[in-house]
């Protein structure tokens, strides 16, 4: 406990740090900028211009404050020379359910380190760190186990170490990787597992959990091969019984015993492996990958009866293989994008799950079709469709359904010189005939500090549905960020 | 930057220009002089963006607002037998929150064939590819939130214009001929602009200044270059003034440093450099040491 509170009155204290100095450039360079001055610009016409008459003056006492401000950018920026190579970010987030109960679920600030640098020719370090103090937790009624888990957290997002020769190029050390081309869906991108303990409200730089690997990277011309060798294989995270977007899952059943997880521990046993080779051809980048991984989300074993009488279950991670290929392809106004992939020997739960031998494995089939519009620039749509297949699929499988898709829109476009950025985004669940309509404005106040405002929307009514637990959680939040 | 220096037709690349005379005071055969100009076979640069909408406070004009400044850093290599294909890479290094972001783009000369671009963000985590647009179609947006188009960007063809000699006069203390550019009705489909008057450098075949007119035929934008100087032996404008006359905002682009004909390899270019921090800084420390 002692030491949850000096962590959060260090993270309050930097934050404090961070604001001070931002606020002080900030009024610096206003100031400045005030003391260049120019002469009114004459209103002329196009005789007169091409009579040499036009008059550039004000262009060039304008290109003055410009250039200065840009010297000045250079030189203020003190606190990225005291870092040297780095990138510190603090962010506040602020979230509001709308349905009952009505009440702020995050009051967050969050300080992110991101630090890299060629320290030997060839040899290149990356450090990107977090951490964030959640004051929702300071007024709201939680479990105790959950306000000291999630009142403080801090993670490392990355750190590893990279070496690149000739053609080859080496990786070790904590990192992310995204393989394929879907934004909406999980079709190839298998690597790195996910943090969903805030499902969809989670920001995109945390969405994914690092994991100390071994990347090799082979280049030649337009090709890539790239082999990952995982022998610490991490899963998804979930929010734990008790949080604000903890799932339903076993342990809420009434009647039953839930262990703690096996989580997969760092072995050769457990070694996770994958395999790219990607080539650009002409319009179009081409991948094809094959994995043999442990699934991120457990299946729940039965084992015994225990002493109550109770069933006792064990959540396990079972391994599976995967083939799969993505490609994308531009034309015009449009990039079209697609992905497919065989998932062999997924394990799954069966429906009377409280026997022995009560899991199944089954094949699945996962696709993805999209494509991008791009209207010059004026704005841009983006439409995906996606599902997945489980072949052989039978009613006794528990929680899943032989097909589940997912239709995910969105249409942006920029305003006031791309600074103020809105966007629209749908999922909606085909099966369920459920949708999350979120709406998101980016405000770039300055280069240094920038605001986003975002409404989600749950049109969900069925309670067992994939989108059931969400339905009373709309919710609107502001954030507020700077980088220096 | 390398996408700007070379492809921004009026702002930046014709600022560089070959040491050949014309003889003919052809409005044509100056504009062809001008766009078939050296401008190296490499450039590796850093270039400033500067951008802020201007006011008046008095009789002075001064930033309505703190500018915003986007610092880049670019490499570009010409392929080809006429080095008309490009083949270009650009790092933010600054406002911070954009640090990292990298672009890479391959451009064509040859008709149709379409631009391939591709972006890289670290919290996407993947290299994506972009789209680079219809060019039947009239591009809207600026590059970076400037005053710059992506448009203005765009390489211009000699033969999607018509060419008139307007006048001969005297410009930064250079004599300049006065040359009237007009879409062809094709072309003029496609654009956003339905003429610019080009002050062109008689000796130089420079381009120092530029006004360009919208669809409705307003003058809207007017470029001004400044700060020639030979580098390697071309010509290049160290600053390109663009000031929007509607929106009353300008925006200076400001080579720093920048290097020419130093040798880049083929596979600097590629997207290996987008995602490969060790491939990449190795690679750049060498080519920042030609920098100017």
Known sequence: MSHNLIFSAIARLLVLIVVCISFSTSVIAQNSQTLSSLDEEEEIDEIEEASGLLDNEDDEELEIQLTEKGKQSHQQDWLSFLIAAGRLSYRHEWAYHTAEPERIVINRSSLRLQWEKLLLPGHFLLFDWKMAYNAAYDRLEYPREIEQRYRFQEQTREFYLQSSFENISYKLGKQIIVWGEADGAEVTDVISPRDLSEFLFIPLEDARIGQVMLTTEYYQGSEQWMLILNPDPKVNRFARPGHEYALPSMTDQPGIMVKEENKPVGSLVNMEIGIRWKKTIEQSDLSLMAADLIADTPVYRFEHINDQGLPVLQPEYFRFQMLGAAANLTEGNFLWKGELAGKFRRVFQRSDFLKKNALIERNVIDTALGLEYDANGAYLIIIEISNQHLLNWTRKINSFRRDEGNLYASISKNFLHETLKPQYTLLHQIQDQETVHQFETVYEINDQWSSTFKGTYFDSHQKNSSLGFFQNRHRISIDIEAHF | ?292
């Open chain 2, 1 to 292: 930057m390398v996408l700007l220096q070379k492809t921004l037709i009026a702002f930046l690349s014709i600022t560089t220009l070959s040491v050949a005379t014309v003889q003919a005071e052809d409005a044509r055969e100056i504009m062809r002089q001008v766009l078939d100009r050296n401008d190296g076979t490499t450039e590796i640069s850093q270039t400033t963006i500067s951008t802020c909408r201007y006011t008046k406070k008095g009789k002075k004009t001064v930033c309505a607002e703190k500018p915003r400044v986007k610092i880049l850093e670019n490499v570009r290599k010409d392929y080809g037998p006429r080095e008309k294909d490009h083949k270009s890479i650009a790092i933010i290094l600054s406002p911070p929150g954009e640090k990292g972001i990298g672009f890479l783009q391959y451009d064509y000369e040859a008709q149709g064939k379409e631009t391939d671009q591709w972006m890289y963000l670290s919290a996407l985590g993947k290299v994506k590819r972009i789209i680079s647009g219809n060019e039947d179609e009239p591009k809207t947006g600026s590059f970076f939130g400037s005053e710059i188009s992506y448009e203005d960007m765009e390489a211009r063809n000699l033969k999607d214009y018509t060419y008139k000699i307007l006048a001969h006069e005297t410009y930064q203390k250079r004599a300049c001929w006065v040359i009237e550019i007009l879409p062809t009705p094709q072309r003029a489909r496609k654009s956003n602009y339905s003429k610019f008057w080009s002050w062109v450098d008689k000796e130089r075949f420079l381009v120092l200044k530029e006004i360009l007119y919208n669809r409705s035929g307003k003058r809207v934008k007017r470029v001004t270059m400044r700060k020639v100087e030979q580098i390697d032996g071309i010509w290049l404008a160290r600053q390109s003034l663009v000031n929007n006359l509607e929106s009353r905002r300008m925006s200076v682009l400001q080579t720093k440093q920048v290097a020419f004909n130093i040798p880049v390899e083929e596979d600097f270019l590629t997207q290996r450099t987008l995602t490969d921090g060790a491939f990449r800084e190795g690679r750049l420390i060498k080519l920042r040491d030609s920098l100017k």
